[in-house]
């Protein structure tokens, strides 16, 4: 099993459509989930940023987080062209450096 | 706002070739890290770096990669003997402080190095 699994997509949706986006994760050690932006040709941008369980929101982004069904997701409300973009969530356990990430999903909102 | 940039945007090597990615990090960061992403694979982990020192790799970072500072604002990172499994986007990050916790700030990328071995 791999361990942070993110459905590739592409997914394309009606701008004002809700983006919906989730990955599953093998490792219960995980405690800090990150969720990234990266357009074409750039370095991942932070979107989102949640310890352990529980929800988050941030204008138009809701970020969710079920440890103990291993599962994040990110909503995007009322999504605008501007938004089509690769979505990456990452995730680490405490005291670490590095970060696991998902294989990212592509998301085109048209006008 | 603060950035991390990253030099060449694209660089083009023969196999065999040694080449060196240069990152100029947030200047109040102190912990710095390489990833790279192969065309439609996941970004993974190269190496973090702290106080001149390596404080973790992968099993991607062997004896081929190294890195330095080798002033107060470089980080690089060199390959010596380019193979064509090394084309990839290479990203430079860096955080005012290493392990991530609730109380520090997550990694800022830069936008990358495309290297293309040929």
């Known amino acids: 099993q791999k361990e942070v699994e993110q459905d590739p997509g592409p997914l394309s949706v009606p701008e004002g459509a809700i983006v919906s986006l989730n990955c599953t994760y093998s490792n219960s050690a995980f405690q800090y989930f990150m969720w990234y932006r990266q357009y074409s040709r750039k370095g991942p941008e932070l979107l989102m940023y949640?310890?352990?369980?529980g929800n988050k929101e941030d204008g138009r982004f809701t970020a969710q987080v079920d440890k103990s069904s291993k599962y994040i997701s990110l909503f995007i409300r009322d999504s605008q062209p501007s938004d089509s973009a690769t979505y990456l969530c990452?995730?680490?356990?405490?005291?670490?450096?590095?970060?696991?990430f998902g294989a990212g999903t592509t998301v085109t909102v048209r006008a | 706002e603060p950035e991390v940039t990253q030099t060449p945007s694209h660089q083009v090597t023969q196999m065999g070739q040694e080449v060196i990615l240069r990152c100029v990090p947030i200047s109040n960061h102190l912990y710095f890290y390489w990833y790279r992403q192969i065309l439609g694979q996941k970004v993974e982990f190269l190496v973090s770096?702290?106080?001149?020192?390596?404080?973790?790799k992968s099993e991607i970072f062997d004896d081929q990669f190294s890195v330095e500072r080798p002033d107060g604002s470089n980080f690089t990172l060199k390959i010596r003997s380019t193979k064509l499994e090394d084309s990839a986007m290479y990203f430079c990050?860096?955080?005012?402080?290493?392990?991530?916790?609730?109380?520090?700030?997550?990694?800022?990328f830069g936008n990358g190095t495309r290297l293309t071995v040929t």
């Open positions: 990050a860096s955080t005012p402080r290493g392990a991530l916790s609730s109380y520090n700030s997550p990694l800022h």
């Open positions: 990452a995730m680490s356990v405490p005291n670490d450096y590095k970060l696991s």
């Open positions: 949640t310890y352990s369980s």
């Open positions: 770096f702290y106080n001149n020192e390596i404080s973790e």
